[in-house]
């Protein structure tokens, strides 16, 4: 067994203290939660761990001895791996499986004077995808690989090397049931193999069925750490917002209006076949289904993404004309899409910009230079109304939170004021405080008049927050259901392709 400790650490960001003191202990053989609303600074945590930031202070520990850690090569040269929220930031999509793999292994023969021997490269990478179950070629690119099976990659990694300590920042966030309990195989066999996992997740079911330890935090301190046995969720929620929740799901809007989007028979290249559905003004529509059902892809093609093939899309009975996200946007939809990082924010841009980055026209002047008090006024005004957790509107967006990055991908099509507004798996990656403000803000638009669709693999909320609900299989729509009369076995079993 081998002890981890991390002994009061700090650290600074311009504007924000994002850690305060806090201590963290783990072991090998366990399975360790480690949770708190977005912002509260495990991330941050975790990534001074893994060597991405190195101007902190405090001390690292390993079976007692101070560790020097400061560059990621200093955490993987002590056994301390990390599988990072956003799998594609940390995969070469041009290399193949066993290449991403092996990795590590190719950085450091870089600069010899040696052929890489490809058979055996690949006759290893082969052998540890076999060891971990993992049905995908070392031979395939990792570019035409799934979320789920990039994921696994990048854990595939972890293990081929000497790793002690394994830390998993959202695992099961792109993953459907089935992929989830694999995930959770692997990490019982890495425990059973005396690896330490340390796993952050928003998902506390999981955390309950997987985790031996939990540490909470909240606003870059330390709340408690105690074993998941002597605790409850209930206790938890509480322990991470500092106070009880309230009814995580807002009353539904009871005035429901005419049909704004009517979608006939629609089919793209690849997934979707024969869809209809329809979405009143202030109605709440779900599209429930499990991960690879076609919901991603259903909001991509409405929003002008994916080429139409087959039927027609109407918007208050006119035919729309759907060939590109620009011309979707001018005729009143808005897409706040799954991979908010990849495809709903700038993250290298300030808050006020990604605010502003969907209606530019209102923020232009004579000869269309910017008008940027017109911008910081708007941007001001919706990280109020929002409460988005930021130091400024000059802050860069990709030093938020999830959560607070969520809110900007949802705020900037509130200046743009669309007819249809498009959620594609909303709460992915977004602490229980975020979820019960964003199912606010989506109520709230309803109860404006806005068509809404809400595309969830999470049943639990789709039953919450909407009026009706569609069930996709395999790119189909198989059932259209009222809301209050559905259960979540009901959708299970729609979603697994009962008939």
Known sequence: ?????????SIEFPGVKALNRVSFASETGRVHALIGANGAGKSTLMKILSGAYNHYTGEIHLDGKKAAITLPRDALDEGIQIVHQEVDIALIPYLTVGENILLHDLINEMGKKQLVRWKQLHKK????????????????????????????????????????????????????????NELFRIVRNLKSKNVGIIFISHRLPEIFEICDDITVMRNGELVIKESISETSINRVIEQMLGKALDEQFPALNGKVGETVLEVKGLSDAEKIKGLNLTVRAGEIIGIAGLVGAGKTELCKTLFGCTKITA???????????????????????????????????LVAESVAANLTAANLGQFTKVLSFLDRRAEKQKAVEIIQTLGIKTPSEKTKVQNLSGGNQQKIAIGKWLIADADVY?????????????????????????????????????????????NRLYVLYDGRSVKELKTSAATEEELLFYSTGGR
């Open 1 to 9: 067994m081998a002890l981890l400790e991390m002994k009061d650490i």
């Open 125 to 180: 990478a082969s052998q540890i995808l076999e060891e971990m179950n993992i049905n995908v070629s070392s031979k395939k690119l990792v570019s035409e690989l799934t979320l789920a099976q990039k994921q696994m990659v990048l854990i595939a990694r972890a293990v081929s090397a000497q790793c002690r300590f394994l830390i998993l920042d959202e695992p099961t966030a792109p993953l459907s049931h089935s992929e989830t």
């Open 311 to 345: 039927g027609a899309v109407l918007l208050k009975g006119k035919k729309l004309k759907l060939k590109s996200p620009h011309q979707a946007v001018k005729q009143g939809l808005a897409l706040v899409p799954e991979e908010r990082r990849k495809e709903g924010i």
């Open 422 to 466: 498009i959620f594609d798996e909303p709460t992915k990656g977004v602490d229980v405080g975020a979820k019960k403000d964003i199912f606010e803000l989506i109520s709230a638009l309803a109860k404006r008049g806005k068509a809404i669709l809400y595309a969830s693999s999470e049943f639990t909320e789709i039953l919450g927050i909407t």
